[in-house]
């Protein structure tokens, strides 16, 4: 059973609009939160970061909000860029430890 | 800058063989991993290491096994390659940021086919 949930498995958002990335988690015990981007043929790069004591965190075009109690996070991209098409995953981890779960990703396709 | 680097980007080997990943890190981290990514599946943890000569099992262990005898290294080995162990097998190293938190460094990954 999957501990953290990315449901949209693909999203195409016009260049210039605003992207919206969503992930779920059921462990409650999550306290740290990140977002990776994978290009095809790379590893994952580290995006941004959110602890449980924040419900938001900003970073350039990058901002992540997080509602503990629905137990859910977003990542928001304002403005989309054809370069920033990519797979997207979720991670979290208990006790701000270093063994992350990972969702399944979400692939974004921003069309120029 | 962190490096991360994987022997192989790609590699074809036939049911049966024994096969070896290598993963080497240049920034004196600690801690070590192993992970595969299959589609609509994410990453998934094989085995992580704390130290020299230590190894934990990760979620999906089983089929594989590890071997850290310096810091900067971390193989990963199929000992008898399957099928089912084709996919993208990512290493990556992590070090503790401020706030005492960790933030993961991944190679390029190893594409694996198992025929």
């Known amino acids: 059973d999957q501990q953290v949930k990315q449901n949209s498995p693909s999203l195409s958002v016009q260049e210039g609009r605003i992207s919206i990335l969503n992930c779920d988690y059921t462990n409650s015990m999550f306290d740290y939160f990140l977002w990776y981007k994978k290009y095809p043929a790379e590893g994952p790069t580290f995006l941004i970061s959110?602890?449980?004591?924040?419900d938001k965190n900003e970073d350039g075009r990058f901002t992540v909000f997080l509602n503990k109690s629905a137990k859910h996070l977003s990542l928001h991209i304002v403005p989309s860029q054809p370069g920033d098409s990519a797979v997207y995953f979720c991670a979290a981890s208990e006790n701000y430890g270093q063994n992350f779960v990972f969702g399944p990703g979400t692939r974004l396709s921003v069309l120029p | 800058d962190v490096k991360v680097t994987q022997s192989s980007r790609y590699l074809v080997k036939r049911t049966g063989e024994k096969v070896f990943l290598e993963c080497v890190q240049d920034?004196?981290?600690?801690?070590m991993f192993w992970y595969r990514q299959d589609p609509g599946l994410g990453l998934r943890l094989i085995y992580f290491?704390?130290?020299?000569?230590?190894?934990e099992k990760g979620d999906i262990p089983e089929g594989y096994s590890v071997s850290r005898e310096k810091k900067e290294r971390f193989s990963l080995i199929l000992e008898s390659a399957s099928t089912n162990q084709t996919s993208m097998y990512l290493c990556?190293?992590?070090?503790?940021?401020?706030?005492?938190?960790?933030?993961?460094?991944f190679g390029p990954g190893t594409r694996l086919t198992v025929t």
């Open positions: 290491s704390y130290d020299v000569k230590m190894k």
């Open positions: 959110i602890s449980s004591i924040k």
């Open positions: 920034m004196d981290h600690e801690n």
């Open positions: 990556a190293s992590s070090s503790r940021i401020q706030g005492g938190r960790y933030e993961q460094y």
